[in-house]
Each structure stands twice: as structure tokens, then as C-alpha cells.
């Protein structure tokens, strides 16, 4: 029923910028962020921005990429600058909503894949 879908994943080299986009069909959210997952390592938090624009980012990724969100249209992008090889990884985005139930839930999208390389 709730949909997220990611995009905009792909190859950039190293110093590169990329941008990814999420888009959910939630009624109301409350917090848009996105987790990434390197092969062989646990998911880890990247960035979440909350409906009243609070930002949070993980420690590796501070200064170099950018949360924001577009409530009217149920989307949230993540600018990603200065790519090192290191942020190789599946990039999943997480929406936390309601959809005429009465509590909120985590939904996840199907992630999209970052491969930052020469």
C-alpha cells in the first residue's frame, strides 16, 4: 500500500557530487532519511530530516552531503559532494508515516545502488 521508490544512484568518480531522490505515496510523514549498506558491514544511518527541519547526519558524512525535503510532494533528496570510495554502498531511504492508521510505522524503499570509482 505505502510506496517509497529511491533514484538517481549510479557511478561518479572520486570527488564527484550526486544527488538521490525518494519519493513516498504516505499520507502524512513525519521524518524522511536515508540508511546505507556496504557489502559486509551493518546499515548505517546517513542523514534524517524531521517535518520540522531538524537535520541529523552520520559522523562520515558531515559537511559533505545535504538533507532536505519537499513536504507538498512527499519527497526528501540527498546531495552528496566531495564522493569518496568509501561511500560505495546500497543507499535505502526510510519514511516514517500514516496512512489513515493511527500510529506511525518505518517504511523502506528497495534501495539504489552508489558506486564511487575511477
Not at 83 to 108: H, M, V
Request: overall charge positive; hydrophobic content about 30%; some cysteine.
Amino acid at each position: 500500500q505505502v510506496q517509497v521508490v529511491e533514484s538517481g544512484g549510479g557511478l561518479v568518480q572520486p570527488g564527484g557530487s550526486l544527488r538521490l531522490s525518494c519519493v513516498t505515496s504516505a499520507g502524512i510523514v513525519s521524518v524522511m532519511g536515508w540508511h546505507r549498506q556496504a557489502p559486509g558491514k551493518q546499515r548505517e544511518l546517513v542523514a534524517e530530516i524531521i517535518s520540522g527541519g531538524i537535520t541529523e547526519y552520520g559522523d562520515s558524512v558531515k559537511g559533505r552531503f545535504t538533507i532536505s525535503s519537499d513536504n507538498a510532494k512527499n519527497t526528501t533528496y540527498l546531495q552528496m559532494s566531495s564522493l569518496k570510495p568509501e561511500d560505495t554502498a546500497k543507499y535505502y531511504c526510510k519514511i516514517r508515516a500514516r496512512d489513515g492508521r493511527p500510529t506511525f510505522y518505518d517504511y523502506w524503499g528497495q534501495g539504489t545502488q552508489v558506486t564511487v570509482s575511477s
